[in-house]
């Protein structure tokens, strides 16, 4: 590992620990190295601003002159609520700039690198690239495709169920593997569930880990039956974490929610697929980056078939529950190999006696899907 690539992972791992924090801004992290020694350290703050570089410089002070600061996006060059990050870097005496990757925002694609250069900086691009794109991919998806980022979950037995014959369901998967998946939620901006899973389980859809209850995403409701009532977790939750709920018509206790501090989007379609389309447009009109599914077959079977989905977290767990059992995904896919989807492994954890493999959607390989 070079010593460019050595800082920029520390930059990176900063911007990972506030993913699903920063929306609508990326998640950014930034380190300022003089004679081979960390000096300061910023990251993106809660809900997108003050942005890393800043902070690190603020913290770096005079020690900034001639120093060598690492970014994993490219600093903005624009004036938005903040001065633009470029004029920053450049006030503070920085010398060389190393960037992960560029800003695909047309407002700043390029445009940082340039003010740095115009100002006699050394730029060195492209660090570490892959893994700084991944970072905010949920970003770069929705400024390149206006949609956000969607990951399907699934927690199923090695044979795909996700419930025994006779209905049981809780738990399948061990509590190491019920806590990846509240990190999970912390990790994403929203949380989508839909009526089934609301009238099964109640759910609440934060994230339980000690210290992170704050981190709780968006929790977002699929409800074209109007299930969702004053009563349930959700609703009595609403004003602690947000509750945004798509739904066809006029629910009927909408005032009473409403007052409980739940969101209302209308949607309409002639199927589940165009109306979860239109929801995650919606919610990358809103600012949401990084979506998280989290429901039952039905759901996770709309996003997969549609072409919505970009990752798929699937916990399995040590058990078969045989052709009785309740699949996690239904049916209706393309009858030919050639026109399935097709999806990559690019993780895999052990959790316990539990298994985590991680799918990326090959690019191409689903009109929706590709970046």
Not at 45 to 56: K, L, M
Not at 114 to 143: D, K, M, P, Y
Not at 230 to 257: D, I, M
Not at 301 to 325: C, E, H, K, M
Request: glycine content about 10%; proline content about 5%.
């Amino acid at each position: 590992m070079t010593e460019h690539s050595r800082y920029m992972q520390m930059a990176l791992s900063l911007a990972r620990r506030q993913l699903g924090q920063t929306w609508p801004n990326p998640t950014v992290g930034a380190v300022v190295v003089k004679d081979g020694q960390i000096i300061a350290q910023g990251v993106t703050e809660r809900g997108g601003r003050p942005h890393a570089e800043t902070q690190a410089l603020m913290k770096a002070g005079k020690a900034a002159q001639d120093a060598t600061i690492y970014v994993s996006l490219e600093p903005c060059s624009h004036q938005g609520k903040t001065g633009p990050c470029a004029d920053a870097i450049i006030k503070a005496g920085i010398r060389v700039v190393v960037i992960g990757c560029r800003d695909s925002n047309p407002l700043i694609s390029g445009r940082g690198i340039a003010l740095l250069q115009a100002a006699g900086l050394t730029v060195i691009e492209g660090v570490c690239e892959a893994e700084a794109r991944e970072v905010n991919a949920g970003f770069f998806s929705v400024v390149e495709r206006q949609l956000p980022l969607v990951s399907v979950k699934l927690a199923t037995s090695l044979d795909g169920k996700i419930a025994s014959s006779g209905g049981e369901s809780q738990w399948i998967t061990s509590v190491q593997a019920r806590e990846r998946g509240w990190r999970l939620r912390a990790q994403h901006d929203a949380v989508v569930t839909g009526s089934g899973s609301l009238m099964a389980d109640d759910p609440v859809l934060t994230c339980r880990l000690p210290g992170l209850e704050q981190n709780s995403p968006v929790r977002v409701v699929f409800d074209r039956h109007h299930a969702l009532k004053p009563a349930h977790k959700l609703a009595t939750g609403a004003k602690t974490t947000p509750v945004w709920v798509f739904s066809e018509g006029q629910h009927p206790q909408k005032p009473e929610l409403e007052d409980m501090g739940v969101q209302f989007f209308p949607v309409s379609g002639e199927d589940d697929a165009q109306q979860a389309a239109q929801a995650m447009a919606v919610l990358a009109q809103q600012g949401i980056t990084r979506v998280l599914v989290e429901g039952g077959a039905k759901l996770s079977t709309v996003f997969l078939q549609s072409g919505l989905a970009n990752r798929i977290y699937w916990f399995r767990a040590p058990v078969l529950l045989g052709n009785d059992g309740l699949a996690g995904i239904g049916g209706g896919f393309p009858a030919q190999l050639s026109d399935a989807t097709r999806w990559a492994l690019v993780e895999q954890h052990s959790l316990g006696p539990d298994q985590l493999d991680v799918f990326a959607c090959l690019p191409g390989s689903s009109p929706k899907s590709a970046r």
